[in-house]
């Protein structure tokens, strides 16, 4: 069968689900979960609370927050078998990490191969409690430090870091964390959660369905541009006078190399994520007493928006967040993941609610068919 329908590249502009989610407007620079404004979440709400809305479409009361709380704790802790697993890795990226631990995680869960909506609902909340508790523990080992058990009377914020640095954090860095948990936690029919649905729509489980997701985030042109951005900021240096840092960039530009952390598929104006880290960005460097990674970042910002017209998008100001947060760069891409994890289920949960099978066609662009067929001895 020949096609007459041409793609568009990158299926840009397709509608490939109905979903209830999460709300888009890039001319406008609209973002909302289940209609919530993310300015309004990022300002008032947990990441619980988020991971409430996602899951049952509605924000908890004060009883259901608590009760989701206790579960996130007590799902929190590693099992034996896959710190383990984690210690005899062999050392490489975070991301290949993740992928391999959140894959062991479905073979040691007992409901793995319960597809129903109540064991999925539970299953979302023990993956995305224990993805954090992985990454935390994965970069306490990075460091030389041994495993540190969650402390269930901290939020998933505080613990995250608490687990990856073995110190309480104080209010200004849990809140920062927590809003980048929030601002991250979904984002429409992005790469990875479509790669998610895809999986989740052959029936297939919800920890092969997020497996697929963390291998599609991983790539710099979706999750892995934060940690491109730090790289870049590093390269150019911290102390670089400003016209080196307009320089570099100039370079790069000349060179039709993509600066990380801008441009953006849908938004046309500026991502509503990046006003929230471009401030946390500058609070944290103030109260850590080094503004020089958010002022190369603004200044960069100001360089890109002139010379391309493009805006930061989600990773440009989480990077310099993260790093002033003592965050190290090769969690910065698992650290989306450990929040994208929540939209990911919550995306997995809705399409087997109302499942068809995803299987779309090409436009056929090889050899004419038929081809003669030659024997291998005749080729
Ligand atoms: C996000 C992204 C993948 C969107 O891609 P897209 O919609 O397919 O857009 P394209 O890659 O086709 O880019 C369109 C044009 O803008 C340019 N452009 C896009 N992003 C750019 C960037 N970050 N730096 C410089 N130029 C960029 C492209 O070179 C292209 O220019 P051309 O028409 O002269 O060839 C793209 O902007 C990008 O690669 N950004 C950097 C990686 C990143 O930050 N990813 C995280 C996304 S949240």
Redesign the pocket.
């Given at each position: 069968m020949t096609t007459e329908v041409k793609p568009k590249a990158?299926l840009?502009d397709v509608v490939a689900a109905a979903s209830a989610i999460c709300y888009l407007d890039g001319e406008r620079g609209v973002l909302a979960y289940f209609g919530y404004d993310i300015h309004d979440l990022a300002r008032g709400a947990s990441f619980e609370e988020v991971c409430h809305l996602l899951w049952h479409g509605r924000l908890p009361n004060r009883a259901e927050l608590g009760d989701l709380q206790s579960q996130l704790a007590a799902a929190r802790p590693l099992g034996e078998p896959i710190l383990r697993l984690m210690k005899q890795l062999p050392a490489s990226d975070g991301m290949d990490m993740l992928r391999t631990l959140t894959s062991a995680l479905g073979q040691y869960d007992p409901e793995a191969g319960d597809n129903s909506a109540q064991a999925n609902q539970r299953k979302a909340i023990r993956v995305t409690a224990q993805m954090g508790s992985i990454v935390a523990t994965y970069g306490r080992m990075q460091a030389g430090g041994g495993p540190i058990a969650p402390d269930p009377a901290l939020g998933h914020a505080a613990n995250f870091l608490y687990m990856l640095t073995g110190n309480r954090p104080n209010a200004l860095s849990t809140r920062a964390f927590d809003i980048a948990l929030v601002l991250h936690a979904d984002h429409e029919l992005n790469a990875s959660t479509f790669a998610a649905r895809v999986a989740a729509a052959t029936l297939t489980d919800l920890y092969s369905a997020t497996v697929a997701a963390i291998g599609t985030l991983k790539g710099?042109?979706?999750g892995g541009?934060n940690a491109e951005v730090m790289r870049l900021l590093i390269e150019i240096g911290q102390d670089a006078p400003g016209d080196r840092v307009d320089d570099a960039i100039r370079a790069k530009?000349a060179r039709?190399i993509?600066?990380?952390?801008?441009?953006?598929?849908v938004y046309r104006t500026e991502d509503p994520r990046a006003t929230h880290l471009r401030r946390m960005s500058r609070e944290l460097g103030e109260r850590a007493g080094n503004t020089r990674w958010f002022e190369m970042s603004q200044r960069i910002e100001t360089l890109?928006k002139g010379e391309?017209k493009?805006n930061p998008?989600?990773?440009f100001y989480s990077a310099s967040t993260y790093y002033t947060l003592g965050i190290p760069i090769d969690l910065f891409t698992p650290i989306f993941a450990v929040s994208r994890v929540s939209g990911w289920t919550a995306h997995c949960l809705e399409q087997y609610a109302n499942n068809r099978l995803i299987r779309p066609r090409t436009d056929y662009i090889g050899p004419q068919y038929p081809q003669t067929f030659l024997t291998v001895d005749q080729r």
């Open positions: 990158g840009e710099p042109l979706h541009a530009l039709k993509k600066i990380p952390g801008f441009g953006h598929r890109v391309k493009l998008n989600v990773d």
